[in-house]
């Protein structure tokens, strides 16, 4: 993967940023990664390869769009920290079966270890406050109602 394969995908997710208003999913994955490498470096090594092989040159090229490539490789990364489900939450805060990135929904993936917290995978641009509460809850683990 050459440098400017890089910048291409970069500016190509840059310009769907920009259009979409939709939060840049790469610091949270960042931390992901770092995680994964920490708890299972033969999965680490299979994302960096995924990320090299597959979700740059795919996004640089334009045969996938940038932010639900970058969504679904948040996904992978989620489940290979730790295996479970992902939902979608609607602005209402109704779970749904996870069926492909949509920037209305925040996007979990919830462990099937009880007492993990859910991971995120995708935020929309902003947030319900039933989505809100939905992440407060789940991802921060907090227990008390914002003011």
């Known amino acids: 993967m050459s440098d400017e394969i890089t910048r291409q995908a970069d500016r190509a997710l840059e310009a769907a940023l920009e259009i979409s208003g939709a939060r840049d999913p790469r610091e949270f994955y960042r931390e992901r990664l770092r995680d994964l490498k920490q708890a299972d470096p033969d999965g680490?090594?299979?994302?960096?390869?995924?990320?090299?092989?597959?979700?740059?040159?795919?996004?640089?090229?334009?045969?996938?769009?940038?932010?639900?490539?970058?969504?679904?490789?948040?996904?992978?990364?989620a489940?290979?920290?730790?295996?479970?489900?992902?939902?979608?939450?609607?602005?209402?805060?109704?779970?749904?079966?996870?069926?492909?990135?949509?920037?209305?929904?925040?996007?979990?993936?919830?462990?099937?270890?009880?007492?993990?917290r859910a991971l995120l995978v995708g935020l929309p641009p902003a947030l319900s406050p039933a989505q809100r509460a939905t992440f407060d809850v789940l991802v921060s683990g907090k227990h008390r109602l914002r003011d």
């Open 44 to 77: 680490y090594q299979d994302a960096v390869a995924h990320y090299r092989d597959t979700l740059i040159p795919s996004v640089a090229d334009g045969s996938a769009a940038p932010l639900d490539a970058w969504t679904e490789y948040g996904r992978r990364l």
């Open 79 to 116: 489940e290979a920290l730790s295996p479970g489900r992902t939902v979608s939450i609607d602005e209402s805060g109704k779970a749904h079966p996870y069926q492909g990135p949509d920037l209305s929904r925040l996007i979990l993936h919830v462990p099937e270890h009880t007492g993990t």
